[in-house]
């Protein structure tokens, strides 16, 4: 039905992609960062492997299933959804994680999306409600990742360099 929806919002967090890395690929940090995960079955992420999280977000519950498609150690993890609410709307869901060492321990970690619409409601319902509320929800999930990465250590008046990209 049409093209997809795919997108990117993007932070600079002061730690090394190691690190950051390493908080991706162990989901029983999940909800650390993500709160809307209330339970996951996750443990470390590889390819191929499944995750179950018990979700919660704006008073709706769903349970999902999220399979990683692709990790590449202190560069890119991916997730395809495979089970949940969203998948009656679209044919594929997936993002992932891009990190970019930018020296200084700092690196550049984009968040990127794909969303297929299953049919022009799905369209429609992405473009009048949904595309605000995950830009929103994704910013949030960058600025909660920042502050785990970081230790939640404080450095000064400088500000995160933060930017979105979305179609």
């Not at 990790?71 to 990190?99: C, D, Q």
């Amino acid at each position: 039905m049409g093209a997809a929806f795919e997108g990117s919002s993007e932070i600079v967090i002061h730690a090394k992609p190691e690190q950051v890395y390493t908080i991706l690929q162990d989901s029983t940090l999940l909800s650390r960062w993500a709160p809307m995960v209330k339970h996951t079955t996750g443990r470390t992420e590889r390819v191929g492997t499944i995750r179950t999280c018990q979700v919660e977000w704006e008073g709706k519950k769903d349970e999902v299933a999220e399979r990683c498609i692709e990790a590449i150690p202190n560069k890119k993890i991916a997730w395809i959804m495979e089970k949940g609410m969203m998948t009656r709307m679209f044919s594929t869901i997936s993002f992932w994680f891009v990190l970019e060492y930018r020296g200084d321990n700092s690196t550049l970690l984009q968040l990127g999306f794909l969303y297929a619409p299953k049919h022009i409601f799905a369209r429609l319902l992405y473009l009048l409600m949904m595309k605000r509320k995950l830009k929103l929800l994704r910013q949030s999930l960058l600025e909660n990742l920042k502050k785990l990465a970081e230790g939640q250590a404080s450095y000064g008046t400088r500000s995160p360099t933060q930017s979105n990209h979305i179609n």
